[in-house]
């Protein structure tokens, strides 16, 4: 009659921050130390439940590695299911790993400037995970919409002109994109009626030609709201703004909100349109914009002098990358895209932590922070962090600058290179070897190395203006909770390259399973009730 | 359990009422808050209060269901104004800050030049 409790594991990675952040309200703002050790358990906690739902599909607990919960008990396609397979376990794992890094550089600094940043964060993570396990077109809308109004809040933490402005700009373009988002669920729904993406997959094959037309204008129109948070060209021009404005650890935070946007699309677009009657439509469309993406990303990397929009512009290309590979249309990409999105993400998030501790080079005294404080009207004035400094500040912040323009440019030997390094292997053997290389590879290879080169260029620039060019550097004070997250961050990259192998090994399963449909249609049919329903005692 | 449910929402709707009647505005909008989530679970269970009933699902020859109106889209669009209306409430916030930090409403935090 009841569930074995390891099914609930599915839904921990929702209900903990969800518990975790509205107790966290409850704490007065004084107590920064109780509320952060909460926070902190609760993303542990977050860690090991990922960690543990990696395991369970991985060693297939459920079979084909795809665990179901079905909320509420409803038959699948009436109620909402929850979906846990290898992709979604990976993504968990990379947003708890980079939550508790995010989380821990907070500690002495960023999340005593205004109030609740820990609620919010537990918020921002609950919207996340769920738009991971999600399985429903709706639901999967409302966890967009508890990720945006968290990080509403989150990007206009520590309140200043600056930030504002930024924001303002970053919470009408998502607005709009959350219509968009509700025009296509319900054009959608109006055609299908289902908004349960699996079967979804599984009615396209019933549908007549009129309702397919308007079933794809809705995926597009849906489209367009995951495009514009993963900041397709010409939709993404809020990005790096919103970067360079946002405090770093929230910054941290927003560059996997960018990868959900392409997290969706991979899920959806290989679910409806890898097979079956509408087979390849659309990812031209994805091909050509992440191109145009890769495109813009490259200028504004040269373009930029701000290591804040540096990083923005770093995020727009690895968007870029991700967008074409998947738009490419062959299945032995994905595992690769998947790769190169967790070494881009990692590196990325600790570039732009990094940022704000070799800023301290420059401007000791941080203005920013004291005209913030001023604006709030926060009692307890963190200012600088108190507590022992570590020694070789310099070199530390020379050498993981170093790992981060590695990583983030794909140069040998970090993980950035062994990603890029298999997207132009998989490029160049095609499985079909008979239809030999089209042209679009020939421009898709140059132009990742051409980003990749104007990456080198600009964090160079950066590089030799900052560490060589100061005169007399002073050794910025940094703690080591600042220090560690960005150690381990790039450890993660590190481990990453040595572990090339298992790790491609894995992400090979989950795209494989991916690039079939049809296990998960099977899965979702078969998914059980637990218990007699009142319909089938009837029967 | 009709009771619970009953006494939940009139605790809500009345601490809403008596919020409502306080002078500041923030306990105002806290009070309408209440009242609008009471009101939503009171549609919401207008539908009858049951436990492990089976959703809506006709069996062969029944009656047609396409001569009744589909229920998903209102469920839906309920959602959906509840949500849209809560990020333009917090949008609405943003503007008043910036209003008061920048000194201005302009959407760039300053006046263009003339």
Redesign the interface.
């Known amino acids: 009659m009841s569930l074995p409790w390891v099914q609930h594991v599915i839904l921990a990675p929702i209900l903990l921050p969800l518990i975790f952040g509205a107790g966290l309200i409850l704490i007065n703002e004084r107590h920064h130390q109780r509320k952060f050790f909460i926070n902190l358990a609760s993303t542990l906690a977050m860690l090991l439940t990922a960690v543990a739902l990696l395991l369970l599909t991985d060693h297939e607990y459920w079979p084909d590695g795809i665990g179901l919960y079905l909320s509420a008990n409803w038959a699948a396609p009436f109620g909402i299911v929850l979906l846990a397979d290898r992709l979604t376990a990976v993504m968990l794992l990379l947003t708890s790993v980079l939550a508790t890094a995010s989380l821990i550089f907070a500690m002495t600094r960023w999340s005593r400037i205004g109030v609740h940043f820990h609620s919010l964060f537990q918020f921002l993570l609950m919207g996340v995970n769920g738009a991971f396990l999600t399985n429903d077109l709706f639901n999967l809308f409302v966890f967009f919409e508890v990720m945006l109004a968290a990080s509403y809040g989150l990007v206009l933490h520590g309140y200043n002109s600056v930030r504002i402005r930024a924001g303002m700009q970053y919470i009408v373009v998502n607005l709009l994109a959350s219509f968009f988002f509700l025009i296509g669920v319900a054009l959608i729904y109006a055609t299908t009626s289902t908004l349960n993406m699996t079967d979804l997959a599984a009615r396209l094959e019933r549908l007549n030609p009129e309702d397919m037309v308007l079933l794809k204008i809705g995926v597009v129109i849906l489209a367009l709201a995951f495009l514009t948070k993963s900041a397709m060209w010409p939709l993404g021009f809020w990005l790096p703004t919103t970067y360079s404005a946002a405090s770093p650890p929230v910054a941290a935070m927003m560059v996997l909100m960018t990868k959900i946007g392409v997290y969706v699309l991979i899920r959806l677009w290989l679910l409806l349109f890898s097979e079956g009657p509408a087979a390849g439509f659309g990812f031209d469309l994805l091909l050509w914009g992440g191109l145009a993406t890769l495109a813009f990303g490259t200028i504004g990397m040269l373009a930029s002098q701000e290591p804040g929009r540096m990083a923005g512009y770093a995020a727009v290309i690895s968007s870029g990358t991700l967008l074409a590979a998947v738009g490419y249309g062959q299945p032995a990409l994905i595992n690769v895209a998947l790769f190169y999105l967790i070494s881009s993400t990692l590196a990325v998030a600790a570039f732009l932590m990094l940022i704000e501790l070799i800023d301290r080079i420059r401007t000791p005294g941080a203005a920013m922070l004291a005209l913030t404080m001023e604006a709030f009207a926060v009692e307890d004035k963190p200012g600088e962090p108190v507590g022992k400094a570590i020694p070789g500040a310099l070199a530390f912040l020379g050498l993981a600058f170093a790992c981060c323009a590695l990583v983030i440019t794909g140069l040998p030997p970090l993980s950035g290179f062994v990603a890029k390094f298999s997207l132009f292997h998989t490029l160049l053997n095609p499985v079909d070897a008979a239809t030999g290389i089209g042209v679009v590879t020939w421009i898709m290879i140059p132009l990742i190395i051409l980003s990749g080169l104007a990456g080198i260029i600009s964090l160079m620039r950066f590089g030799v203006r900052t560490f060589w060019a100061t005169q007399n550097p002073v050794a910025p004070h940094l703690q080591r909770s600042e220090v560690m997250p960005i150690t381990a961050l790039l450890l993660v990259c590190v481990l990453l390259t040595v572990q090339a192998g298992p790790t491609m090994a894995y992400l090979d399963r989950s795209a494989e399973t991916l690039n079939q449909p049809a296990i998960y249609i099977d899965r979702l049919a078969s998914s059980p009730v637990i218990g007699d329903t009142v319909l089938e005692d009837d029967q | 359990m009709e009771a619970v449910i009953a006494i939940a929402m009139g605790i809500m709707f009345g601490s809403g009422v008596w919020l409502l009647l306080r002078p500041r505005t923030f306990q105002v909008i806290i009070g309408l808050l209440l009242i609008s989530y009471a009101v939503n679970l009171f549609i919401f269970i207008m539908g009858r209060l049951t436990i ?4 809506l ?1 006709l ?1 062969e020859g029944t009656i047609d269901p396409a001569l009744y109106a ?1 229920p ?2 209102q469920a ?1 669009v309920l ?2 104004i509840v ?2 209306f ?3 409430a ?2 609405l916030v ?2 008043i ?2 209003r008061g ?2 000194g201005t409403d302009h ?3 300053k006046e263009t030049s003339r």
């Open positions: 492990n009933q089976p959703p699902t069996a589909d998903m889209p839906l959602t959906a949500i849209g809560a990020t333009t917090l949008y943003v503007m800050g910036a930090l920048t959407v760039d935090g």
